[in-house]
């Protein structure tokens, strides 16, 4: 029975499978990076500057844009997605990978977090979508889950996925519902590794970050020999902050580019609004109680682009390591490698580093844009945050 699903859910997935694949990979190559444009950042990225420099890790999105002008609830204006985080593709055989996760502020939601604390392991993909889709999507990976599994008869008796959010209400009709379960099914099948698609792609389709257009951003950091070598990944949904606040390269540019308040009622400068969801990978051998610490991390990351977390935002993160294989078995001794605690610091600065670009990347790679109701959010202009950066003689190019 449980083939007969897979051969299903393949058959509904494989068309937006291959053309979500390529369009990734050739949007990626297209859109500029931070770094294109001359912003600086501490430390050595990997080949691909992502997520995916992790080896094992891939990602996948399904993007949905349709409609546009007045709202009307259940057919749109629609900006939102669905965005999958797998840590070792597809393959989720050897049960799971040493986690914890970390909650600055927690005005928001992240399922099956208390069973990452408590067992130490994440099993399955991590997804992010829009707030009121994390049902939808939490029980479409189970149905994916149940499908792909045929070790016997009594496997999968029950599952709790992980699956975060950010509100993207001001873009889309979000309480349209226009999330399907063939959406995280896409985002779970065509996740690939190299590449990524930033900026308003997938889950971060309709999300607004430091008073400019946000999304999805990612970057990575290679250790040096001496460090171990390790790779360290993060991707982020951001969707917080007011422009105010907004610093690059340790510049207040939110404060020197002019641009129209993304929030109609509100200028942007009054609070800070919006969540930011944070996934951290690595290859570094560390256990649980290791992660927690570096997810704890990323809080400096997002705090370097100036966020105070404020009351209203949802800022959670998780990390992983693809260290250990079969670290999660249940029926037999497992022997462990774990760096020591003292050996941490080049992994705490590498994900302080990634997380602080990652977020850029995502504004950089985002583009304006128009929802519900004629809701528009420009996005970060290149050339002024260039103007800006030179005046500080902060480019590198």
């Known amino acids: 029975m449980n083939r007969i699903l897979a051969n299903l859910f393949e058959l509904v997935c494989v068309a937006l499978v291959l053309s979500s694949s390529v369009h990734a990979q050739q949007k990626s190559s297209a859109k500029p990076r931070a770094r294109d444009l001359g912003v600086p950042f501490d430390g050595t990225p990997g080949p691909n500057n992502a997520i995916t420099d992790v080896a094992g890790v891939t990602v996948g999105h399904t993007t949905l844009i349709s409609g546009e002008g007045k709202l009307v609830v259940g057919k749109g204006p629609v900006r939102t997605g669905v965005t999958a985080i797998l840590p070792r593709g597809k393959d989720s055989s050897d049960g799971g990978v040493f986690a914890g996760w970390w909650s600055l ?150 404060r020197e580019i002019s641009s129209e308040d ?44 100036g966020s105070i977390s404020g009351n209203g935002s949802g800022d959670i993160f998780i990390a992983f390591s693809t260290a250990n294989p079969g670290a ?7 022997d462990l490698k774990m760096l020591p605690n003292d050996l941490l610091d080049p992994v705490f600065a590498a994900t302080v580093q990634a997380t602080e670009e990652a977020v850029i990347n995502a504004m950089v790679a985002a583009e304006s844009m128009t929802g519900i109701e004629n809701h528009h959010v420009t996005a970060l202009p290149h050339e002024q945050l260039r103007a800006v950066l030179k005046k500080y003689n902060r480019l590198t190019h």
Request: proline share 4%; charged share 15%.
């Open 105 to 254: 502020n927690g005005n928001g939601e992240m399922t099956g977090t208390t069973w990452v604390e408590e067992s130490g392991f994440l099993v399955g993909p991590i997804m992010i979508t829009n707030t009121h889709s994390v049902g939808v999507v939490r029980d479409a990976v189970i149905q994916w889950t149940v499908s792909h599994r045929t070790v016997g008869p009594n496997d999968d008796w029950w599952s709790l996925p992980v699956v975060a959010e950010t509100w993207d209400g001001w873009l889309n009709d979000i309480n349209g519902f226009h999330v399907k379960p063939e959406h995280a099914f896409n985002a779970i099948e065509s996740a690939h590794d190299g590449l990524v698609e930033e900026g308003a792609v997938g889950g971060g389709t309709g999300m607004i970050c430091n008073g400019f257009k946000g999304g999805i951003g990612t970057s990575s950091r290679k250790l040096s020999a001496k460090d171990g070598g390790y790779t360290i990944g993060v991707l982020v949904q951001c969707n917080y902050g007011s422009r105010q606040n907004f610093r690059v390269a340790g510049i207040p540019v939110g």
């Open 262 to 305: 993304p929030y109609a009622y509100q200028p942007s400068e009054i609070s800070e609004r919006g969540s930011i969801i944070i996934v951290i990978a690595t290859d570094a051998p560390l256990v649980s109680h290791q992660l927690k610490r570096l997810a704890r991390r990323a809080s400096l990351g997002i705090g370097r682009n």
């Open 328 to 334: 999660a078995a249940t029926d037999k001794l497992v």
